[in-house]
């Protein structure tokens, strides 16, 4: 499994990476390696700034629907559209071309206590 070195990670298998004060946030390649083959993703909080651990999407797969986790608290700016018609993305290329939000971190303290890559490795055993 692909796990950066340059990115958070939670226990849901969502990943996170630091902008500044803004992070872009994905589902990690064990994650969509998981799910299967991606179908269809559905975020309707752009605009809302929601906590941490809050539900801000879906993302649907051949198998299953699961909702998609805030790492950390903030406000959703942005939506990735090209996954609005090539959700597959996601299974090709999770951590460059496969974010699903943009966000602006409302308490960068929150960012510290996210896994770090090797933590991560241990959880899903890589």
Known sequence: MNVPDNLKYTK?????KIDGEYAFIGITDYAQHELGDIVF???ETVGETLA????FGTIEA????SDMFMPVGGEVLEYNEELSSKPEIINN????Q???VRIKVSDPAEVD???TPGQYKELIQA
């Open 93 to 96: 290329d999770p951590y460059d």
């Open 12 to 16: 849901d298998h969502e990943w996170l």
């Open 113 to 115: 206590e996210l896994l």
């Open 52 to 55: 941490k651990e809050e539900a």
């Open 41 to 43: 993703i559905e975020v």
């Open 98 to 100: 496969g974010w699903v």
């Open 62 to 65: 051949v198998k299953t629907v």
